[in-house]
Nanobody, 116 residues
Framework: QVQLVESGGGLVQPGESLRLACAASESTFNSYSVGWYRQAAGKQREFVAGITTGGRTNYADSAKGRFTISRDNAQNTVYLQMNSLKSEDTAVYYC??????????WGQGTQVTVSS
């Protein structure tokens, strides 16, 4: 099964930016529509952004205008550019297939902490 590795998280101040990466172990990943999800402490995992194989994107309302999802098929990688970060963006971020019935095993995620 395709394995996912998320990276790029860290501790930043409000208003700063981060770029997350989701690297897949196999190129079959490029045939999947993929999403970024996040889970804050004590809360359920929620959708953040998604991208289809054709490059069509959609975003949660909380991410619109600040986050950009993209993919590089040559690298089997999906990115999430996050700008104007807020404290409420603090969470562990994960990537996975958009189709909830075809989810891959979740990776370890990458921690994003936004704090002054």
């Amino acid at each position: 099964q395709v394995q996912l590795v998320e990276s790029g998280g860290g501790l930043v101040q409000p208003g700063e930016s981060l770029r997350l990466a989701c690297a897949a172990s196999e190129s079959t990943f490029n045939s999947y529509s993929v999403g970024w999800y996040r889970q804050a402490a004590g809360k359920q995992r929620e959708f953040v952004a998604g991208i289809t194989t054709g490059g069509r994107t959609n975003y949660a309302d909380s991410a619109k205008g600040r986050f950009t999802i993209s993919r590089d098929n040559a690298q089997n990688t999906v990115y999430l550019q996050m700008n104007s970060l807020k404290s409420e963006d603090t969470a562990v971020y994960y990537c996975n297939r958009l189709d909830p019935f075809l989810r891959l095993r979740w990776g370890q995620g990458t921690q994003v902490t936004v704090s002054s």
